[in-house]
């Protein structure tokens, strides 16, 4: 069974940072591509930052600079480092791994992130 299990959001002020990790269980991690995603309330949800297998890697143009997608295939971890936190950040961030080849789509259940003052 797969999962992936988000940590490493919380209440943050405007300006700091915070750093989430994804652990995934129950797939061959290294073959996914994996993204990080964020869903403010009465919004869609929006790619903030993704990976690939050979760690090109692509962001949303709100979070360009400021945030940093990782990955560590031994641990089946993914990371997003965020920086200067802003309160439009402020959205559940879920993980995500996919496999064109196979059809794979997973996501976490999302860790909250809340940039206020």
């Known amino acids: 069974q797969v999962q992936l299990v988000e940590s490493g959001g919380g209440l943050v002020q405007p300006g700091g940072s915070l750093r989430l990790s994804c652990a995934a269980s129950?797939?061959?991690?290294?073959?996914?591509?994996m993204g990080w995603y964020r869903q403010a309330p009465g919004k869609q949800r929006e790619l903030v930052a993704g990976i690939t297998t050979t760690d090109s890697t692509n962001y949303g143009d709100s979070v360009k600079g400021r945030f940093t997608i990782s990955r560590d295939d031994a641990k089946k971890t993914v990371y997003l480092q965020m920086l200067s936190l802003k309160p439009e950040d402020t959205a559940v961030y879920h993980c995500?791994?996919?496999?064109?080849?196979?059809?794979?789509?997973?996501w976490g259940h999302g860790t909250q992130v809340t940039v206020s003052s």
């Open positions: 129950g797939l061959f991690f290294r073959i996914y591509d």
């Open positions: 995500n791994a996919r496999n064109f080849r196979s059809g794979g789509d997973y």
